[in-house]
């Protein structure tokens, strides 16, 4: 579905300066507003393995790869003028913080639940390869590993390969589990006996959802958790698409990225639309005031 606030941004005049030299020109008087000439995408399909991943399929996890690690599975190495420039941008620095500030608040939550001796049950919706996963479980104690499992689903068979065969290559495959599905699916709903979740990551999914779908989502995901499961779920602000509208100009207005932001209020209403407690919302900024907003929420 056509973003409406993706809309909004290509009617916007942004600068793209003489610095940005790594874009000719001509391209770079083009994406200030006349982004739609063909000239512009042709450029940075020829310029760019991370535009050339988007426009193939937005949301991928392997373009998230390029941007946490510089390179992905296939072998693509982020190297040149344009991807570096989004690479270093405000929101790739957002998205490698991303990763750093849920992983370490997931670790310190999953630790104080197995000290209580508990076996402990993650359920990582949209794992990818389990970047997640495997950052999260560095900041986990080797001896309290035997008393969790952490479950991946993806419908994406080759990200899910990629996770099992780093999970064998560090000894993690008695840990994680990966599983082909897609969990929005209602043929995939589990069913009153099979073993729930205690804990929930659902990371990259609701920043392409409007917020009709996002509640969607929310409800549909809850019979994967036992009642009273917490889930940790970060989403887009307005404030990425405002404070670095030139790199959403070329991922979402030239490459078509339906990406949809929300503002605070919006993402409180989504959990609270969908019957969630919401604990604390907080930033992959120390500041506060970061691109995304992370949700802690409780199943009721
Ligand atoms: C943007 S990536 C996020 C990957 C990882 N969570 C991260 O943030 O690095 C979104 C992932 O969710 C998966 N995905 C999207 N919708 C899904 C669904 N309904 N069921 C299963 N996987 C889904 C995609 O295949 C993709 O690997």
Known sequence: MMSAKVEA?????????????????????????DWTNPEVLD????????????????????MLELVYFGCSPRGNVASNGVDKWLAASLSGQALRD??????????????????????????DLGAGPAPYAFETLQGIAPQALKDLKW?????????????????????????????????????NAPDSDDTKAD??????????????????????????????????????????????ARVFRVLCNVLGWQLKPKSLDEVREVFVSADYHVNSIF?????????????HATIV
Request: overall charge negative; some cysteine.
């Open 9 to 33: 941004l290509g009617k916007k005049i942004i600068h793209f300066g003489e610095e940005m030299d790594f874009f000719p020109e001509r391209i770079r008087q083009l994406l200030e507003s």
């Open 43 to 62: 450029f940075l399909l020829a310029a760019s393995e991370i535009c050339r991943i988007l426009v193939k399929s937005p949301a991928d996890f392997e």
């Open 98 to 123: 991303r990763l750093r500030v849920v992983s370490a608040w997931t670790a310190e939550h999953v630790m104080a639940a197995l000290k209580e001796g508990q076996h402990f049950t993650v359920l």
């Open 151 to 187: 479950k991946c689903v993806d419908i994406d068979a080759f990200a899910l390969a990629e996770g099992a065969k780093r999970a064998r290559q560090q000894g993690l495959d008695g840990v994680l589990e990966f599983k082909r599905m897609d969990f929005l699916s209602l043929r």
């Open 199 to 244: 804990f929930g990551l659902l990371v990259g999914i609701l920043c392409g959802m409007t917020p009709e779908e996002a509640v969607s989502c929310l409800i549909k995901i809850k019979p994967f958790f036992r009642s009273g499961a917490e889930l940790i779920v970060p989403t887009l602000l307005n404030r990425a698409f405002e404070e670095d």
């Open 283 to 295: 930033s992959e900024r120390a500041d506060g005031n970061g691109q995304y907003a992370i949700v």
